[in-house]
């Protein structure tokens, strides 16, 4: 048997065995989906769980998208989330740009402190964030959902890293033209930052739009409810589990994700692409 044959076998055996996981990552999500088309799966969860349900159904999906309150949770979510992905984008692409390529002092210092804000988890910070903006007043409005994740030490970290890829050169270039820090960032590097600010759009997204913990804190009001609280709050009715209409609703809360990674998934397969590429 040649090299290439042996190489073809290989190929096919590494496909095979990404299919199979890949298979046995997305078995939950299918469930999901099937069980919101089982209409009996309100009245009791099939058991041994199955991945076609014996009697399809849109019922459980309609009830679902005729319910208002899952339509103003939508519109709650999606004012939260673009805003914060808007801000926390934007600030740490200047961030990150600030500390690859600017030269100033205790640079190091302060990249330092930015990284050390990635060992406090949220939990300790609730006491000290709820007792601010209960101070301005600011408690049952989104502001507070908004302004604390505008700083993100994970992604200042992504985007330093990927601004260090790229040449200096590019820079000093705009430099010698008379060009200033802004226009060399807005006309030089920002153009060549699509990939990474895609895949910062993805994670921030992911996170806003699935935080959980902090919005039950400062969000009493059910009209400001985002998507998580008001699939938790639908999840029991009358003390009875609605299994379908649950997941019908679980499903109907992830395809704003979905849908978003789809469109911008090549951006982020591009920036992996110019992880490689060594600034000069």
Request: aromatic residues 14%; hydrophobic residues 50%; positive net charge.
């Amino acid at each position: 048997m040649n090299q290439k044959s042996m190489d073809k076998i290989t190929g096919t055996f590494k496909f095979l065995i990404l299919l199979f996981f890949g298979i046995l990552l997305m078995m939950p999500f299918i469930w999901m989906v099937s069980v919101g088309f089982d209409r009996t799966a309100n009245i009791t969860m099939p058991f041994p769980p199955k991945l076609i349900p014996e009697e399809i159904s849109p019922f459980n999906y309609g009830i679902v998208f005729e319910n208002g309150r899952l339509i103003q949770s939508y519109i709650n979510s999606g004012i939260v989330t673009t805003s914060s992905v808007a801000l926390q984008v934007g600030a740490s692409l200047l961030a990150g740009y600030a500390f690859s390529k600017g030269t100033f002092k205790f640079k190091r210092l302060l990249f330092i402190l930015v990284l050390c804000t990635l060992m406090i988890p949220m939990e300790p910070r609730l006491i000290p964030l709820y007792t601010l903006f209960n101070s301005f007043g600011l408690l049952n409005t989104f502001w507070p959902l908004i302004l604390p994740s505008v700083i993100n030490g994970m992604l200042i970290f992504l985007c330093k890293q990927f601004f260090d890829q790229l040449p200096t050169t590019l820079r000093e270039a705009a430099q010698i033209d008379g060009a200033g820090e802004f226009r060399i960032f807005f006309t030089v590097y920002l153009p060549l930052a699509g990939p990474i600010a895609a895949t910062m759009v993805i994670l921030s997204f992911i996170w806003s739009w699935n935080d959980f913990m902090w919005p039950l804190v400062v969000l009493n009001n059910q009209q400001l409810h985002t998507v998580p609280l008001y699939l938790a709050s639908f999840s029991l009715e009358n003390g009875t589990s609605l299994g379908g209409l649950t997941m019908a609703l679980a499903t109907v809360s992830i395809l704003p994700i979905v849908l978003l990674y789809l469109f911008l998934q090549r951006y982020i397969i591009q920036s992996i692409a110019l992880s490689g590429v060594k600034g000069e």
